[in-house]
């Protein structure tokens, strides 16, 4: 089944820095590949999401790349923000007629430095 | 259009006892899965569901728990005779039928605590 890793598990980064995320799947029958953020007691919440027939979205500060060849996928945001401190998943899926579950990194818990 | 309710937020019961999630999807979702978390930790695959239907059991434990959605009603997480180690949170997702790349959306999740 589809195995998805992710780093860093911490990162620190100073306000108004970049922070990447980076992702690894398994199954190259991957299609789908969404990012989730987290805050303290909440569920998780889609923030941007990214398709196998693509390389790279972007969506304000935020961006995915895909790599295909190398199943490799990465979450960039940039000019961070106190509030954009939380934990980030990671998740990918095989989206067919038939659905199928969605598998989830481990998790990186980013903070923001003032 | 309300979001993914799951209910109660908290839970609190003895070793032994039954726990009994719930969870109401989003209007028109009729895909469910059910996640657990551990603290500090990400989130494990436990079910997937459609109505009526059980998909994918995969990350289901054994023994103790067990999942519906049933034609009518929320789909319902239960745990048996619960131990220490089900406390967790346990977080239900919904999406719209596929046959495309529909997202899902989670709800806020239920705290279990086993005292």
């Known amino acids: 089944g589809e195995n998805v890793e992710q780093h860093p598990s911490t990162l620190s980064v100073q306000e108004g820095d970049s922070a990447v995320i980076k992702c690894t799947y398994s199954?190259?029958?991957?299609?789908?590949f969404p990012w989730y953020k987290q805050e303290l007691g909440k569920g998780p919440q889609l923030i941007i999401d990214?398709?196998?027939?693509?390389g790279e979205k972007k969506d304000q500060r935020i961006a995915v790349t895909l790599n295909k060849t190398a199943k490799h996928f990465s979450l960039h945001i940039t000019e961070t923000q106190p509030e954009d401190s939380a934990v980030y998943f990671c998740a990918a899926s095989i989206k067919e007629s038939s659905a199928s579950k969605i598998i989830f990194g481990s998790g990186t818990r980013l903070s923001i430095r003032p | 259009n309300a979001g993914v309710m799951q209910n109660p937020r908290h839970l609190v019961r003895r070793r032994g006892q039954e726990a009994r999630l719930r969870c109401s999807p989003m209007k028109g979702h009729s895909h469910v899965y059910w996640y657990r978390q551990l603290p500090e930790e990400g989130l494990k695959f436990m079910v997937y569901?459609?109505?009526?239907?059980?998909?994918?059991e995969s990350g289901m434990p054994k023994e103790r728990f067990s999942a519906e959605f049933p034609k009518e009603g929320p789909s319902i997480l239960r745990i048996q005779q619960v131990v220490r180690g089900d406390s967790a949170a346990y977080f239900c997702?919904?999406?719209?039928?596929?046959?495309?790349?529909?997202?899902?959306?989670f709800g806020q999740g239920t705290r279990l605590t086993v005292v």
């Open positions: 990214i398709r196998s027939n693509v």
């Open positions: 199954d190259s029958a991957s299609n789908y």
């Open positions: 997702a919904s999406s719209l039928a596929t046959g495309g790349y529909a997202e899902a959306f």
């Open positions: 569901l459609q109505k009526e239907n059980i998909i994918d």
